[in-house]
């Protein structure tokens, strides 16, 4: 967080994929914290029980590369503030925008 560098994140599980950028250097853009407070509840599920479906990996791995080199050339348009969501099974994508949250215990101080 004191650096302010760019952080690409990426997740794989059974079908579904994620990739997510949050870049600090941007004075509104959420960071990690406003999408994912470490205080929620959330249901603890691991990879090596649930599964994972192989290639998917490598595309969520592609994509955050993808990200990464865009940030470094400062070309295109970045995931900043969106998460793109991957339904392997199904071949869906979702973009779904993240707001900074006013309250984030790591950013908003």
Known sequence: MQQR?????????????????FDLTKENSPCYACLFPEDAQVEDVQCSVMGVFAPLTGVVGALQAMEAIKLLAQIGTSLNGRLLLLDAKNGD?????????PGCKVCSR
Do not use: H, I, Y
């Open 5 to 21: 560098k760019p952080l690409v994140s990426g997740a794989a599980m059974r079908f579904d994929g994620q990739v997510a950028v």
């Open 93 to 101: 994508w979702r973009s779904v925008k993240v707001a900074k949250d």
